[in-house]
């Protein structure tokens, strides 16, 4: 069966100090991937998706990137964080023959201060 | 502009009666519509597809209808149990897209 992992579940960062959000996949292959935020109380943003190894697109500009260096590892980053980058980071992936249901990660709960 | 909503006030229901909430969609084609289960501090856990060529989908206590003359979907959930008490989130993919919009969710509380 597939699951998906994110990590870390909780994170507190200063404002300015970089990011880094993990995102793994097990029991697929060539997997759509995605990052969301989610603000308090707001529905998802989609931020990054993949469609593949090294394939980006960014939906939103903003001090976020995301890259893709495995097929099925998916990285958020960020090199100076803003307060406005706080918010609830989910991962998700599809499986790209279907592409009809996403499977969502628990998430990371990220705090700028 | 494209949109995608959901009720934002909060449905509070009685236990044993039906829930009802409500998305609508503005310059979307969609190929499907999907709608989701969140609960406080978790992922969103998928419930149901309907395409653009269905009207009506259940699975179990659920129903979702799917007009797209409307623009609308309805999503019920038949003899509610306090346990069904979360946040609903619908969603569509658009036709030839990879990307799928979320509205913001509905709350729903279940009262024993």
């Known amino acids: 069966s597939q699951t998906i992992h994110q990590w870390p579940a909780t994170l507190v960062q200063p404002v300015g100090s970089p990011l880094s959000l993990e995102c793994t996949v097990e029991?697929?292959?060539?997997?759509?991937l995605y990052w969301y935020r989610q603000a308090a109380g707001r529905g998802l943003q989609l931020l990054f998706y993949?469609?593949?190894?090294?394939?980006i697109s960014s939906e939103v500009p903003q001090n976020l990137s995301a890259s893709r260096p495995q097929d099925r590892q998916f990285i958020l980053s960020s090199k100076k964080l803003l307060l406005s980058d706080s918010g609830f980071y989910l991962c998700?992936?599809?499986?790209?023959?279907?592409?009809?249901?996403?499977?969502f990660g628990p998430g990371t709960r990220l705090t700028v201060l | 502009s494209q949109k995608i909503e959901q009720n934002s006030e909060a449905l509070n229901i009685q236990e044993g009666k039906t829930a009802t909430l409500t998305c609508n969609y503005t310059n979307y084609s969609p190929a499907y519509l999907q709608w989701y289960r969140q609960d406080p501090g978790r992922g969103p856990v998928f419930l149901l597809l309907i395409r653009e060529n269905e009207k009506e989908k259940r699975k179990e206590r659920l129903k979702v209808t799917f007009d797209t003359t409307l623009k609308q979907s309805l999503f019920h959930i038949t003899a509610s149990q306090p346990a069904d008490s979360a946040t609903y989130l619908c969603?569509?993919?658009?036709?030839?897209?990879?990307?799928?919009?979320f509205g913001a969710g509905t709350r729903l509380f279940v009262k024993a």
């Open positions: 969603a569509l993919r658009d036709t030839g897209g990879f990307k799928t919009i």
């Open positions: 993949s469609v593949g190894i090294g394939q």
């Open positions: 029991g697929t292959s060539n997997p759509n």
């Open positions: 998700a992936w599809e499986q790209d023959r279907a592409k009809d249901t996403q499977y």
